[in-house]
């Protein structure tokens, strides 16, 4: 407010104060031009009329006290003065937060009470710089914090920095999937108790490998098999073994644990270029599929549709001695989304022979980034993996047909 | 005074906000008040870079991403670097500082004869999170330039620049012979000019030095990007004395590295 606006307010006076009580009950009067670089006075005196007399006083917040409120004073009655250079108004700042750790923290909720921004911003960033650096005994010590958390609360964050945050992300989009996806079941009763059997299935799965590196599992289809190849090619961090063409021999493809997620996520992403040609052929068949392949995971392959037997790979196997502990748990509530997901979506073979040669190069190069990707960040999974220093032996399972588990030994190979 | 009691969680978030993201964590540890407080939104957003919805969106990561808490997106960002500018830069996040760091790859390089097949070759090689690297096959000439405009990093922060790159077993032209690195601000006076030798024999001292991605990198030079930053910076590699033949380099990108400080 300018000059003039007082003036013509309170005509009659040369200097206007404004009347204030803090919650201790004391009152008193300050220069009106002070008082007002406070916006929380600033709109009680203009909103709703308050401080123009004792009787009016205007009640501060229950957080600022007459000691503080005489600081905060202090600071107006100097900022307020619109002639100051900013190196002036910087050494005042300097100067003025030189006070002890208690009253800075009561300055700071004083002003925020009084939505003074620029002292708030002013005492934080003291506050800042007396806690940066560290460590918690000593931040507990400055600001009698109580040591609440338990051991395993503490350990908490440790683990999460050595979860592959991509991991975190396809958890969070698979609860949310099986949110989407328990919505939908409700609404659905004929695949109640097929789905029941599968629920059944997985938890075994999820018992017997609480805590291990992951799943074997055979019987890829050819097409999985080539586009999971090609990524093999490229991608010197993931490991083939055992992959043939010919179609009597099961097929094993071999993926770090770590990157498991991402590889399904690649995989089973949804091409809308694909999904458009194959919508036709989808509902047709959705219904008959269903039924047969309740227990089987679907693969919408980008090129091609499933054929047949679909199965997914959830292997950890790294190389023989090394092991991926991290995220095994994660990897198999995908597990269990994944069933249920692909099942509204799988659609029998009729392989589309005429693959648009553009879509064609687009996947490829989704292809060669994606395997790009596992390869930038895999030295530093390596030392983590290596870090652990446990060593685990692989579990091997099999998903077959009817969706139940096959345990291999762990020697056996085919 | 227990001091959640006397400050509102809001100005608690305010106060971590201004330390580091490492303080930010170390927080976390403190008590169970602070532990909520200090993995907030409230707390991460202000680490993340101030135009971070818009890097994303226009990068290769799913936009799933931005529906990440944003703790976690940082350490996403700083640890799986994304795709840029239409896959021709490569950006990730500085762990201590939140700071942009960029790599611009050879595509997005003036590499001179870079399209001539007889001269330079793209290949695509798995361990370069890039699609295409320059081969070089044969020039007498080497002049490698590039230019970042200087709002696309963070503003008050020192950077240095490297030549990220490869030596192949079958190479000459680099041992005996230096090339010249300068970085400078387009406007300002020219920066100081490095002599360096890309390939030194056995028995000389290495400049380059290997990085974590079985690359190496040699340094170019630094820059600071204040805050009027509508400018671009310049880089530049060459060879261009003794017209010898050269071959066997194999060029990645140069990277902008955020300079790390040394008080923590």
């Known amino acids: ?414 | 005074m227990e001091i959640t009691k006397v400050l509102p969680d809001d100005c608690i978030s305010l106060i971590i906000s201004l330390t580091s993201p490492r303080d930010a964590c170390r927080m976390a540890l403190l008590s169970h008040a602070f532990n909520s407080i200090a993995d907030s939104n409230a707390v991460w957003q202000m680490f993340l870079p101030l135009d971070y919805i818009h890097i994303i969106s226009n990068s290769s990561s799913p936009p799933s991403l931005l529906s990440l808490p944003k703790k976690d997106l940082y350490f996403t960002l700083c640890y799986h670097p994304v795709l840029t500018h239409n896959g021709d830069m490569k950006f990730q996040l500085e762990k201590e500082s939140g700071k942009k760091w960029y790599m611009v790859g050879a595509r997005a390089l003036s590499i001179q004869w870079v399209d001539t097949p007889r001269h330079w070759t793209w290949i695509s090689l798995p361990d370069s999170r890039f699609c295409r690297v320059a081969k070089l096959k044969n020039v007498g000439r080497l002049e490698i330039k590039g230019k970042v405009k200087l709002n696309t990093l963070s503003s008050n922060t020192n950077y240095e620049a490297y030549f990220v790159f490869k030596l192949v077993r079958d190479r000459y032209g680099f041992r005996h012979t230096p090339v010249e690195l300068d970085v400078s601000i387009e406007g300002t006076a020219a920066g100081e000019m490095r002599s360096v030798i890309l390939d030194p024999p056995r028995n000389m001292p290495q400049q380059a030095k290997e990085r974590v991605d079985g690359w190496l990198e040699i340094e170019m030079g630094e820059f600071f990007n204040g805050f009027e930053n509508d400018r671009t910076v310049e880089f530049s590699l060459r060879e261009d004395h003794d017209d010898q033949p050269k071959r066997g380099l194999i060029v990645q990108g140069i990277e902008l590295r955020p300079k790390h400080k040394n008080n923590r």
């Open chain 1, 1 to 414: 407010m300018s000059k003039v606006d007082m003036a013509v307010i309170k005509p009659e006076m040369m200097k206007s104060y404004i009347w204030l009580q803090t919650a201790d009950g004391s009152i008193q009067q300050v220069e009106q031009e002070v008082a007002m670089f406070c916006p929380m006075i600033c709109h009680e005196v203009i909103q709703k009329g308050m401080g123009s007399s004792k009787n009016y006083a205007i009640s501060l917040p229950q957080r600022v006290n007459p000691a503080m409120l005489s600081l905060i004073l202090d600071y107006c009655r100097f900022h307020q003065v619109p002639g100051r250079s900013n190196k002036e108004r910087k050494s005042f700042d300097e100067k003025f937060i030189r006070m002890d750790t208690k009253r800075l923290c009561e300055l700071t909720s004083a002003a925020d009470s009084l939505q003074l921004k620029p002292l708030v911003d002013l005492t934080s960033r003291a506050l800042a710089r007396i806690i940066e650096g560290k460590s918690p005994e000593e931040i507990r010590e400055i600001f009698h914090l109580p040591d609440d958390l338990t051991e395993e609360e503490k350990l908490e964050p440790l683990k999460n920095t050595t979860d592959d945050p991509r991991i975190r992300l396809l958890n969070r989009l698979y609860a949310k999937k099986r949110k989407e996806l328990k919505e939908r079941q409700k609404l659905k009763n004929i695949e109640v108790e097929e789905e029941r059997v599968d629920d059944r299935s997985v938890d075994d799965l999820l018992s017997f490998i609480n805590g291990d590196n992951g799943v074997l599992i055979d019987g890829f289809t050819d097409e999985i098999a080539l586009l999971l190849e090609r990524i093999v090619k490229f991608s010197s961090v993931v490991f083939a073994s055992h992959v043939s063409f010919s179609t009597s021999m099961p097929k094993y493809l071999l993926f770090p644990c770590s990157h498991l997620g991402e590889v399904r996520e690649f995989c089973f992403a949804d091409s809308k270029g694909i999904k458009n040609s194959k919508s036709k052929k989808k509902n047709r068949r959705r219904k008959d599929q269903q039924k047969n392949t309740s227990a089987n995971e679907a693969i919408k392959n980008h090129n091609k549709e499933p054929n047949g037997l679909n199965q997914v790979c959830h292997s950890a196997e790294v190389g023989q001695k090394v092991r991926a502990g991290v995220g095994a748990t994660s990897n198999l509530h995908d597990v269990k989304d994944d069933i249920f997901d692909n099942k509204n979506e799988l659609d029998d073979g009729d392989i589309d022979d005429e693959i648009d040669p553009a879509l064609k190069e687009k996947i490829d190069r989704e292809v060669e980034d994606f395997a790009r990707r596992l390869n930038s960040d895999w030295p530093e999974r390596m030392q983590e993996i290596l870090s652990f220093g446990h060593e685990r032996k692989p579990v091997h399972f099999s998903l077959n047909g009817n969706g139940s588990l096959r345990r291999y030994a762990n020697s056996e190979q085919r």
